[in-house]
């Protein structure tokens, strides 16, 4: 629904069984695997996509550390990071480090995506 009627891209196709997080947004402030979620179960809950964003932090910390690579899995990993900032401000390694395992990138470019939160996490200026 969210691609084909609503013309939100950002979460891509993946695996489409919940495995890789290519698809993640964020419902009521937590991350989601869109490819598990029926429209119907969204009813009355707030949904952000990657389009919603418009400039976060995270974003311009993925730019800055360089946090991608072919950028097929960036939109997911951005929305879970987004989340995580959002819901744990004080996030440890072992936080971040369990966060990021929910998605799946084949380009290996996870040490990037680590400083980039690190980064929102300290207050660095981006």
Same mark, same amino acid.
């Given at each position: 629904?969210?691609?084909?009627?609503?013309?939100?891209?950002?979460?891509?196709?993946? %695996?489409?069984? $919940?495995?890789?997080?290519? !698809?993640?947004?964020? &419902?009521?402030?937590? =991350?989601?695997?869109?490819? *598990?979620?029926?429209?119907?179960?969204?009813?009355?809950?707030?949904?952000?996509?990657?389009?919603?964003?418009?400039?976060?932090?995270?974003?311009?910390?993925?730019?800055?550390?360089?946090?991608?690579?072919?950028?097929? %899995?960036?939109? $997911?990993?951005?929305?879970? !990071?987004?989340?995580? &900032?959002?819901?744990? =401000?004080?996030?440890?390694? *072992?936080?971040?480090?369990?966060?990021?395992?929910?998605?799946?990138?084949?380009?290996?470019?996870?040490?990037?995506?680590?400083?980039?939160?690190?980064?929102?996490?300290?207050?660095?200026?981006?």
């Amino acid at each position: 629904m969210l691609r084909e009627q609503l013309d939100l891209t950002g979460a891509k196709p993946g %695996c489409e069984n $919940g495995d890789c997080g290519a !698809c993640t947004i964020i &419902i009521d402030q937590m =991350p989601q695997k869109s490819c *598990l979620v029926l429209a119907v179960e969204c009813e009355g809950k707030k949904i952000t996509t990657v389009e919603g964003l418009q400039n976060a932090p995270i974003q311009q910390a993925f730019l800055k550390k360089w946090a991608f690579q072919c950028g097929y %899995c960036t939109p $997911g990993f951005i929305m879970n !990071c987004h989340a995580l &900032i959002e819901t744990h =401000p004080h996030a440890n390694e *072992l936080e971040v480090e369990n966060w990021l395992q929910s998605n799946i990138c084949r380009c290996t470019s996870y040490q990037e995506m680590k400083e980039a939160v690190r980064s929102v996490l300290s207050g660095e200026q981006l």
